[in-house]
Nanobody, 123 residues
């Protein structure tokens, strides 16, 4: 599975962005999908995850209520809608696929990773 993340950019605090992650190579309909982020000088951290069916989601406390993860298996795409962005949301955002179809916050559980897209939130 190859993952291509896009949609990052520069936005003012309080603004919104929608990230997309398109899969190629094989279907992701049986994979759980996750979004992670890595700010400069910090470790990569969990942001959100969605089950293979889209029926279950999980969010980091820092983004709960502001971010929404969704997926369109027919389009092989996973989205991360980010609202009320804050400067501390600035990071490179990565999408990842977990082959067992189980939602997890553990980086090592994910089998495939995209290249990342940069989100910069100005104050």
């Amino acid at each position: 599975v190859q993952l291509q993340a896009s949609g990052g950019g520069l936005v003012q605090a309080g603004g919104s962005l929608r990230l997309s992650c398109v899969a190629s190579g094989r279907t992701i309909s049986t994979y759980a999908m996750g979004w992670f982020r890595q700010a400069p000088g910090k470790e990569r951290e969990f942001v959100a995850a969605i089950s293979w069916s889209g029926g279950t989601t999980d969010y980091a406390d820092s983004v709960k209520g502001r971010f929404t993860i969704s997926r369109d298996n027919a389009q092989r795409t996973v989205y991360l809608r980010m609202n009320i962005l804050k400067p501390e949301d600035t990071a490179v955002y990565y999408c990842a696929a977990e082959g067992a179809g189980l939602i997890t916050r553990t980086l090592d559980s994910y089998d495939f990773w995209g290249q990342g897209t940069l989100v910069t939130v100005s104050s």
